[in-house]
């Protein structure tokens, strides 16, 4: 069954309700008076459609339908959510509210993005709206603090699990909720910071995303505290560092005056530090770094990875009937699988690691690549012989079977730390002139390193397995 949603103004918010929607497969009807609504929503759309669906491995439900509406009343009309996400001003979301209790669905839910504002005042007309407050970029992040009717706060917690997503009721009503309370006060401290000369706008950031904001990914404030508390717990942590909540630490409590000097100041900063890329750049550079701290979450089932597990799990499946050394390291956590084994796509992933190493070693390295010519695979062959773990240390030789012409092919051979061989992974690679996208003879240079390697494994015993292909019925 469709479900419809009207997402009432779609900028940055309202444009991020949009896609996550949408992209769950719910019909989105959006009202925004701004001419440049539409145009602005597809580029939201474009990123969160090569985003999204990454932080999966099941497929997304089909998109629904997105429809723009110059009437807020057809654009009401059945939906089981409306989500307002129109500028702070109260007496605009009153005026807003009025409209989808006169023209909405009488038991459609009412959500208000607000960032500060409290349900009893937007409801002091005679609302029913409750607080549905989400995180940028919308699509991506979880999180959506809801405020508000119990009852309300219940049905919309199962409408937006169903979509992804980890709603909050928060216990009571308050002035900027939970999140940008929280948000407010690092805000403050660091604004200080700034002005008095203690860091810049770039230094403040490195701190966080270096630091305490990964271990606030996934464990947020407390539970980190209470690791650094140690074997004695929390208590410990608590009588160790509480007296410093005494100490002149912050200027929490003593806001600077917002003076065009230090708006300037701030501005000028951040210029300095992002200023040479474009917002939907930042945006792709921040949606990929959260793909992948999200994926890597995945893996524990911890924060915002066990929304996503949780999400997939329910989603249908789909039902379809004397050589060099070119690696040496250890086997990552990230590469094993559910039995604690290395995973086979890795196997592949450390031969291609190989292969790289090995054009590096002919002279097909990044500046050949960058001059418009490179080697393409395709065509591997893997034999998986033995099983490797985390923590394993990984070894590849690579034997050159022939090195003529166009064409590379190559003999790798994974060993574990005794020596024995792990798998085997033949690969054919293909000489390509980058600007033709054709074959090509590699350069001089290139096919002399490579004949020389060629010559030197020339009388090497042959694989026993180059060439073969899969065998069955023994």
Same mark, same amino acid.
């Given at each position: 069954?469709?479900?419809?949603?009207?997402?009432?103004?779609?900028?940055?918010?309202? &444009?991020?309700?949009?896609?996550?929607?949408?992209?769950?497969?719910?019909?989105?009807?959006?009202?925004?008076?701004?001419?440049? *609504?539409?145009?602005?929503?597809?580029?939201?759309?474009?990123?969160?459609?090569?985003?999204? $669906?990454?932080?999966?491995?099941?497929?997304?439900?089909?998109? &629904?339908?997105?429809?723009?509406?110059?009437?807020?009343?057809?654009?009401?009309?059945? =939906?089981?959510?409306?989500?307002?996400?129109?500028?702070?001003?109260?007496?605009?979301?009153?005026?807003?509210?009025?409209?989808?209790?006169?023209? &909405?669905?009488?038991?459609?839910?009412?959500?208000?993005?607000?960032?500060?504002?409290?349900?009893?005042?937007?409801?002091?007309?005679?609302?029913?709206?409750?607080?549905?407050?989400?995180?940028?970029?919308?699509?991506?992040? $979880?999180?959506?603090?809801?405020?508000?009717?119990?009852?309300?706060?219940?049905?919309?917690?199962?409408?937006?699990?169903?979509?992804?997503?980890?709603?909050?009721?928060?216990?009571?009503?308050?002035?900027?909720?939970?999140?940008?309370?929280?948000?407010?006060?690092?805000?403050?401290?660091?604004?200080?910071?700034?002005?008095?000369?203690?860091?810049?706008?770039?230094?403040?950031?490195?701190?966080?995303?270096?630091?305490?904001?990964?271990?606030?990914?996934?464990?947020?404030?407390?539970?980190?505290?209470?690791?650094?508390?140690?074997?004695?717990?929390?208590?410990?942590?608590?009588?160790?560092?509480?007296?410093?909540?005494?100490?002149?630490?912050?200027?929490?409590?003593?806001?600077?005056?917002?003076?065009?000097?230090?708006?300037?100041?701030?501005?000028?900063?951040?210029?300095?530090?992002?200023?040479?890329?474009?917002?939907?750049?930042?945006?792709?550079?921040?949606?990929?770094?959260?793909?992948?701290?999200?994926?890597?979450?995945?893996?524990?089932?911890?924060?915002?990875?066990?929304?996503?597990?949780?999400?997939?799990?329910?989603?249908?499946? =789909?039902?379809?009937?004397?050589? $060099?050394?070119?690696?040496?390291?250890?086997?990552?956590?990230?590469?094993?699988?559910?039995?604690?084994?290395?995973?086979?796509?890795?196997?592949?992933? =450390?031969?291609?690691?190989?292969?790289?190493?090995?054009?590096?070693?002919?002279?097909?390295?990044?500046?050949?690549?960058?001059?418009?010519?490179?080697?393409?695979?395709?065509?591997?062959?893997?034999?998986?012989?033995?099983?490797?773990?985390? &923590?394993?240390?990984?070894?590849?030789?690579?034997?050159?079977?022939?090195?003529?012409?166009?064409?590379?092919?190559?003999?790798?051979?994974?060993?574990?730390? *005794?020596?024995?061989?792990?798998?085997?992974?033949?690969?054919?690679?293909?000489?390509?002139?980058?600007?033709?996208?054709?074959?090509?003879?590699?350069?001089?240079?290139?096919?002399?390193?490579?004949?020389?390697?060629?010559?030197?494994?020339?009388?090497? $015993?042959?694989?026993?397995?180059?060439?073969?292909?899969?065998?069955?019925?023994?």
């Amino acid at each position: 069954m469709t479900h419809k949603v009207a997402i009432i103004g779609g900028g940055v918010i309202g &444009g991020g309700w949009v896609a996550r929607f949408l992209l769950n497969g719910w019909d989105v009807a959006v009202f925004d008076p701004d001419p440049e *609504a539409e145009r602005k929503i597809s580029e939201v759309l474009s990123n969160a459609r090569r985003s999204l $669906p990454s932080l999966y491995d099941k497929a997304l439900p089909p998109e &629904g339908s997105l429809r723009f509406h110059d009437d807020i009343g057809p654009a009401l009309d059945g =939906a089981v959510w409306v989500q307002e996400s129109v500028p702070e001003r109260l007496e605009l979301k009153h005026k807003i509210h009025s409209q989808i209790v006169n023209l &909405g669905p009488a038991d459609a839910i009412i959500g208000s993005s607000t960032s500060g504002f409290k349900p009893s005042e937007l409801n002091a007309h005679g609302g029913r709206v409750i607080v549905a407050h989400p995180f940028n970029p919308v699509y991506l992040l $979880p999180l959506v603090e809801l405020v508000g009717d119990g009852q309300t706060c219940a049905r919309a917690s199962d409408l937006l699990r169903a979509v992804g997503m980890y709603p909050l009721t928060v216990r009571k009503e308050i002035d900027a909720h939970i999140g940008d309370r929280l948000l407010e006060a690092v805000w403050r401290e660091g604004l200080w910071l700034i002005k008095d000369g203690i860091c810049t706008t770039e230094e403040l950031d490195e701190v966080i995303r270096m630091g305490f904001g990964l271990r606030w990914a996934q464990m947020g404030l407390f539970e980190t505290y209470r690791i650094a508390g140690g074997e004695a717990g929390m208590k410990h942590f608590m009588a160790q560092f509480g007296p410093a909540l005494e100490w002149p630490w912050t200027k929490l409590m003593d806001v600077p005056e917002f003076t065009d000097e230090l708006v300037d100041l701030i501005a000028d900063q951040s210029d300095a530090q992002s200023g040479h890329m474009s917002i939907r750049a930042l945006e792709r550079l921040r949606d990929d770094n959260l793909v992948g701290m999200m994926r890597a979450l995945k893996k524990t089932g911890s924060g915002a990875g066990g929304v996503l597990n949780a999400h997939e799990a329910a989603l249908p499946q =789909a039902i379809t009937r004397d050589l $060099p050394v070119t690696v040496d390291r250890t086997v990552p956590q990230s590469w094993t699988d559910y039995n604690g084994h290395m995973n086979e796509a890795h196997y592949v992933e =450390a031969s291609a690691q190989a292969t790289d190493r090995f054009m590096e070693m002919i002279g097909a390295d990044a500046e050949y690549v960058a001059g418009g010519q490179s080697y393409f695979t395709v065509e591997n062959h893997v034999c998986y012989l033995d099983e490797m773990n985390e &923590g394993d240390r990984l070894t590849i030789t690579t034997q050159v079977l022939m090195g003529e012409g166009k064409r590379l092919h190559l003999f790798h051979r994974l060993l574990t730390a *005794a020596g024995d061989v792990a798998a085997t992974v033949e690969t054919m690679l293909l000489h390509v002139d980058l600007t033709t996208r054709r074959t090509s003879l590699p350069s001089e240079a290139v096919a002399e390193r490579l004949g020389q390697f060629a010559r030197n494994h020339a009388d090497l $015993p042959r694989p026993e397995s180059a060439g073969r292909g899969i065998e069955g019925g023994k």
